[in-house]
């Protein structure tokens, strides 16, 4: 079993900064990590995600160049890290943190096992 917790959401000017964290409890080894948003009326989609070791990095395009996903683990648990620069008030939305576990990376919602509940992003104009 696992648990995510994520925290570091708010309430921000567009051109600004946050930093989400999600602690993952559980049985996260060998687990790949994602942050996912899904804003009112449209589909979840990833924004970012890395493998287990870190050397593997996915950033949707709209993200590209402004996000950072990273990780720190150690043997009880991991935490991944999403830094966020140079918000838009389109980058407005609930960001969920998700685990799968394969040697790899993907980042299609279904091949996720675990979502954190969602913490609010909102970036005002």
């Known amino acids: 079993q696992v648990q995510l917790v994520e925290s570091g959401g708010g309430l921000v000017q567009a051109g600004g900064s946050l930093r989400l964290s999600c602690a993952a409890s559980?049985?996260?080894?060998?687990?790949?990590m994602g942050w996912f948003r899904q804003a009112p009326g449209k589909e979840r989609e990833c924004v970012a995600a890395i493998s287990w070791s870190g050397g593997s990095l996915y950033y949707a395009d709209s993200v590209k160049g402004r996000f950072t996903i990273s990780r720190d683990r150690d043997n009880a648990k991991t935490t991944v890290y999403l830094r966020m620069n140079s918000l838009k008030p389109e980058d407005t939305s609930v960001y969920y943190c998700?685990?799968?576990?394969?040697?790899?990376?993907?980042?299609?919602?279904?091949?996720?096992?675990?979502w954190g509940q969602g913490t609010q992003v909102t970036v005002s104009s």
């Open positions: 998700a685990l799968g576990w394969d040697t790899g990376l993907r980042v299609g919602t279904s091949s996720y096992d675990y």
């Open positions: 559980g049985r996260t080894f060998s687990s790949y």
